[in-house]
């Protein structure tokens, strides 16, 4: 029975939803561009509403079921579900496929998830717990961002998991076969929203094992009815299965993590840190600041305390406690343990299960002694108090940039151009982040296609020169330069275009900085050596290159691994070039910094000497293409350079190397 009391408690839940789901359209509405893989979750939605034959994207085989000529999407990668392609494609109808929608449909996961957790809270312990759980998602900046812009498929996992904490309130109030099947029904649902979400299912099933005893001894018809509605709501995701024969377990493979288990758990430590409160991932979006550090402590001291007073606290509020905390230590202990690698946007789904186990065991402080309450309330202003201030910095920082690299808000104005210039013509995209977003945003009907999986500077993805690929003409399409991802086919075409000299008409399209966000290059075809003349080189005499691909590049080297794609090179920790001759004024390295280095390891500062002289360091703070370019002191007759970054990717179980930055060449010039 609700008491008058409990139902202004739920009003104050209410009010929490509410405010998420404001910032929410703050967010949407500093329209921040639309990433690669957010419009991976909708190419569906997008495709189905031209064509009823099988996706004409690049995708993996079998992820795709087609009946009588009519294809569905089953899942929108082998290891997420198929969703939101389903939830937006009559929208996309109704109001034309914008990041807007898609970004609304992730709200309402995300809005669903928090009401999920206050009902089980509500019904189970009390309302004033359900509403402290809900205000503390609400404003939680690692959940609002992700769930929002969500690049990850953590709306689903949240929305499905906020109706398995509905079902299984039901259930408890009124155990019958009926609500035993929603039960399964909503597990199936999130299993089929994203894999991962089997490594919560495995930790709530051995918490509830420990903590709930022989209460798990249910009646044989309402196990029955679990599995049935699994079956059915995980349904997409077995036929998958079936049709591709694990191909869910093949794509996780493909994931292995470097380095030794110390290693990995050390660097999944300092990530939990940060996405316990705001993860690293989303503040990158724009270019925000790190967390200062007494917030990187503060707040996993406060989860492990809770923690603690769950499970040593006697409690007034039957196994639920209990039962959250270790599925929390259990479901943390597989992130630290497994082999497949974690980023920040897999830790974010911890923090539900976090929210809840601090609210239950504040609660239960608040019952205790009068300093614990004092404790309690004081925690409670200062995580209120970080996480308002960082929504609005997140909000203010979104409205200044419009996003940096691959969030771009220059995704928008490159599609509009793009659809205006080019119709019904294909464009042939040179770098990763650009084919899915322009698909979307343009209702499929800017035509591209993807070379550059296999290119390498030398050569094109048919293993032709880039020379001949640019007598061809066409549409070409790729990244600025410091938001190259995989450069090798940039880095030779661009080379290939200096020497050919094309007739070509070329455009930029900026980020609000000013900074190249992607440029589009039209090439005549045949017309080799048409173009205007580059402009005369400055008088010097001698420039000496090293590039990755030299024949004689180990004997001018050290701290670099063997040749990949033909054009690159990662490095160690610590590598070094040396130049045949020594005098010299300027000094250019061409470099590469992957995103998964920048997520894992955050900003990487390099340090240089030329023999015992010391040139300024280099930071990467952001993935892309560098140039990193130092003048040297007048009479300097060094020629051999040392390179030392400060951290670097652990040795991997796989090969054994650790890897520091991609080098491609570098150059020394005399005056």
């Known amino acids: 029975m609700v008491t008058m009391s409990d139902g202004r408690w739920r009003w104050v839940a209410r009010g929490a939803v509410l405010w998420y789901c404001l910032w929410a359209i703050l967010f949407i509405q500093a329209k921040p561009g639309f990433h690669y893989d957010e419009a991976i979750d909708v190419l569906g939605s997008v495709h189905l509403r031209h064509s009823h034959a099988d996706l004409t994207l690049p995708h993996s085989p079998d992820t795709w079921f087609c009946v009588k000529k009519h294809c569905f999407p089953l899942m929108s990668a082998p290891y997420i ?104 029904a909503t597990v199936g649902l999130g299993v089929w929203a994203r894999a991962n979400y089997v490594w919560l299912l495995a930790a709530l099933f051995a918490a509830l094992v420990i903590s709930a005893g022989r209460r798990l001894l249910l009646p044989f018809s309402h196990w029955a009815f679990i599995v049935v509605g699994g079956l059915i709501g995980g349904l997409p995701f077995l036929v998958y299965q079936a049709l591709s024969r694990g191909g869910t377990w093949e794509a996780a493979g493909m994931f292995p993590a470097s380095g030794t288990l110390t290693e990995r758990s050390l660097h999944r430590l300092w990530m939990l840190s940060e996405t316990l409160f705001s993860d690293g991932e989303h503040q990158r979006i724009w270019d925000g600041p790190a967390l200062p550090e007494w917030q990187l402590w503060l707040f996993p001291t406060v989860i492990a305390v809770s923690c603690l007073v769950c499970l040593i606290v006697k409690q007034r509020h039957g196994f639920l406690p209990r039962t959250a905390a270790l599925t929390l230590l259990i479901f943390t202990g597989v992130f630290f343990s497994t082999s497949i690698t974690v980023a920040e946007h897999h830790l974010v789904t911890l923090v539900p299960i976090a929210v809840m186990v601090v609210a239950l065991a504040g609660w239960e402080l608040m019952h205790r002694t009068r300093w614990a309450r004092a404790s309690v309330i004081a925690v409670a202003a200062v995580y209120a108090g970080s996480a308002v201030y960082g929504q609005f910095a997140t909000l203010n920082g979104l409205r200044r940039t419009g996003g940096v690299g691959p969030w771009s808000d220059g995704i928008f104005e490159l599609t509009k151009r793009l659809r205006a210039d080019f119709p019904g013509q294909e464009l042939k995209v040179l770098d990763w982040g650009l084919q899915n977003n322009v698909y979307v945003l343009s209702d499929g009907r800017v035509r591209t296609r993807e070379h550059f999986g296999r290119a390498t500077v030398d050569k094109t993805d048919w293993n032709v020169q880039w020379i001949e690929e640019i007598r061809r003409g066409g549409v070409f399409l790729l990244n600025g330069p410091q938001n190259r991802q995989i450069p090798a086919a940039s880095t030779g075409f661009l080379r290939a275009l200096a020497e050919g000299r094309p007739t070509m008409r070329r455009y930029t399209v900026p980020q609000r900085s000013g900074v190249p966000y992607a440029e589009v290059i039209e090439i005549v075809p045949d017309t080799l050596g048409t173009g205007p003349a580059p402009p005369p080189d400055p008088p010097v005499p001698i420039r000496q290159e090293i590039a990755a691909n030299d024949p004689a590049f180990s004997e001018r080297s050290t701290g670099f691994y063997g040749i990949e794609k033909g054009s690159w090179r990662w490095t160690k920790q610590e590598f070094s070039l040396t130049f045949p001759s020594s005098p010299a004024a300027r000094l250019t390295l061409h470099v590469n910094v992957p995103e998964p280095v920048i997520q894992r390891l955050g900003a990487i500062t390099m340090s240089i000497r030329a023999g015992a002289h010391v040139l300024g360091p280099e930071t990467f703070s952001r993935p892309g293409d560098y140039t990193v370019t130092r003048s040297l002191e007048p009479g300097n007759a060094e020629n051999r350079f040392d390179f030392r970054l400060d951290k670097a990717l652990g040795p991997s179980a796989a090969d054994g190397r650790a890897l520091g930055i991609i080098f491609v060449s570098a150059s020394l010039d005399s005056k």
């Open 81 to 184: 579900g198929a969703i939101k392609e389903y939830i937006c494609l009559p929208l996309f109808a109704i109001l034309g496929p914008r990041a807007e929608v898609v970004r609304l449909v992730a709200m309402t996961l995300g809005a669903l998830g928090i009401i999920g957790i206050a009902t089980l809270l509500g019904r189970q312990v009390s309302y004033p717990v359900a509403a402290a759980a809900a205000w503390a998602m609400a404003i939680h900046p690692s959940y609002l961002d992700m769930t929002v812009l969500d690049n990850s498929a953590f709306s689903p996992w949240m929305g499905a998991f906020g109706l398995l904490c509905i079902a299984a309130s039901r259930y408890l109030d009124v155990p019958n076969p009926r609500t035993a099947f929603w039960v399964g």
